[in-house]
């Protein structure tokens, strides 16, 4: 794929509120009626698969709040409550490890947050040991974890490679001391610069950077600076989302309502900006829904392949993956069902405590919703649909079940975003950054758009 060029016009006209599918149907469907003997029967059955395992550990601490953040935390300085839910993790863990078949490896595994380098280096490699006492780890595992450069020492580094993570994901936003001044998150570029050295030379094979644009005094000009300062870097990959502000759910974000957040107009003119540089001279390929990789990346390589995966850590290349996630807030995904953990630290050690699952509610998905599924997926991850590979896939006739929605992709096809044949669709390059929207033709749940709470699709 060569240098993008972003038509604006049609990012207003495309930029609806609309679900990012980590999962199908998304988890604003998820509902507190599905009960945990149900899914203990549906774990049992996935045992039968032999597939993979995916595992997930939240970490919720932060020591400060950065104003922009949507994220499920838990802010504090008091670092003596990491050892409590480090235990509880391991009580988690217990409970499951009886209940997942011991023969299935560990293929994936990543942990997130919140910080989870709140932990101290020591209680990174304690939280390690725990997983290796219960688990068992495949010998090329892809872990990732998410890294705060601030108040992170190289032995956080040591102790990560240690328990053998080798892909790191840095929380970076924006490199203007005015902006971050205003988010509430100081960290100079000299600081996140010193721990991309630390992981690069102690072996993390990956680096992801994540960035946000839609912040508080970013303009155009500003913003430049920090991608050049980003691709001076370079990471492997990149995240470059819109801020969402959604301060009913998260009401420290208004704070930022009385800083200078960017007109539509101007936020716009950031994504223009954002895509157009990273793919120029084709030094980044957009993968879609704001992922970047270098060319020769493996998520490049497996989109290429039609092998790429989509979940609640967005892009992987690891299928064929049940994901079994700890810690408040966590969400697990197998073939059948999805259930979330409770979302508050009290009720999630309390059930834990009790000798209880720490499970709050969760989805049960019908045969439809599996087709549906594995379509959006698939053309999210793939950019296009065969229609004999995907009859053959799913057991259907699958231009006939879908052809109300193969007709509703006329308008995209319009735009130029997909192309049409008797056999396929196909997303263009153009059409990658509008990849929401033609995924939302397929989903069956969506609320009409002035009811939806989901963040805009571009
Ligand atoms: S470090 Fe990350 S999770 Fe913690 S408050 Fe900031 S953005 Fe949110």
């Known amino acids: 794929m060569t240098a993008l060029t972003v038509n604006l016009d049609l990012v207003k006209k495309y930029n609806v509120p609309g679900p990012r599918y980590t999962s199908y149907p998304p988890a604003t469907k998820f509902a507190n009626t599905v009960e945990w003997p149900g899914l203990l029967e549906k774990i049992a059955a996935n045992n039968q698969t032999g597939r993979g395992l995916s595992l997930y550990f939240h970490i919720p ?34 409970r499951m490890a009886k209940i997942i078949d011991a023969k299935r490896e560990v293929v994936q595994l990543h942990w997130g947050g919140g910080s989870p380098t709140f932990l101290h280096p020591d209680e990174i490699r304690r939280l390690g040991e725990t997983i290796r006492k219960y688990f068992r780890l495949s010998a090329d595992i892809e872990a990732g974890v998410e890294i705060d450069p601030r108040r992170l020492t190289r032995d956080h580094i040591v102790a990560l490679r240690e328990i053998g993570f080798n892909r790191g994901s840095l929380g970076v ?86 800083k200078v957040l960017p007109p539509p107009e101007a936020k716009l003119q ?11 001279n084709g030094r980044y390929v957009y993968i879609g829904m704001d992922h970047f990789a270098q060319p020769a990346d493996e998520l490049v390589l497996a989109q290429r392949n039609k092998t790429l995966q989509r979940n609640f ?19 697990s995904q197998i073939l059948d069902a999805y259930w979330q953990n409770e979302k508050e630290l009290p009720s999630y050690f309390a059930a834990l405590d009790n000798d209880q699952p720490p499970f709050a ?75 929401r929207n033609i995924a939302m033709c397929f989903d069956n749940t969506l609320a009409p758009e002035g009811e939806r709470r989901h963040s805009r699709t571009v």
């Not at 102690?202 to 508080?216: A, C, Q, T, W």
């Not at 950031?270 to 120029?280: C, M």
């Not at 690891?318 to 996630?325: C, L, V």
């Not at 969760?362 to 995907?390: N, P, Q």
């Open 313 to 331: 850590q967005g892009y992987s290349t690891r299928g064929n993956a049940d994901i079994f996630a700890f810690g408040m807030s966590a969400i």
């Open 61 to 94: 601490f932060c020591e400060t709040l950065c104003w922009f953040c949507g994220c499920t935390t838990v802010i504090t300085n008091n670092h003596g409550q990491a050892r409590p839910y480090l235990d509880h993790l391991e009580k988690e863990m217990a």
């Open 270 to 280: 950031l994504l223009k900006t954002v895509i157009e540089r990273l793919t120029e």
């Open 173 to 258: 936003q924006d490199f203007e001391p005015k902006v971050q001044e205003s988010i509430h998150r100081n960290q100079p570029r000299e600081m996140t610069q010193r721990v991309v050295d630390w992981a690069r030379e102690l072996g993390f094979g990956s680096l992801n950077f994540d960035l946000i644009y839609g912040l508080p005094h970013q303009t155009v000009e500003s913003f430049g600076r920090t991608l050049d300062a980003v691709l001076e870097m370079q990471p492997d990959r990149l995240a470059v989302f819109s801020y969402a502000h959604v301060p009913w759910i998260k009401p420290a974000q208004k704070i930022l309502e009385q």
């Open 361 to 435: 509610r969760g989805y049960v998905l019908s045969d439809e919703d599996k087709i549906r599924r594995e379509t959006i997926m698939r053309v999210m991850c793939d950019l296009s649909l065969d229609y004999a590979a995907m009859s053959q896939r799913l057991g259907i006739d699958f231009p006939q079940h879908f052809a109300n929605e193969l007709t509703a992709l006329a308008p995209f096809e319009a735009d130029g975003l997909v192309r049409r044949s008797p056999h396929s669709v196909e997303v263009t390059d153009i059409g990658r950054l509008f990849i």
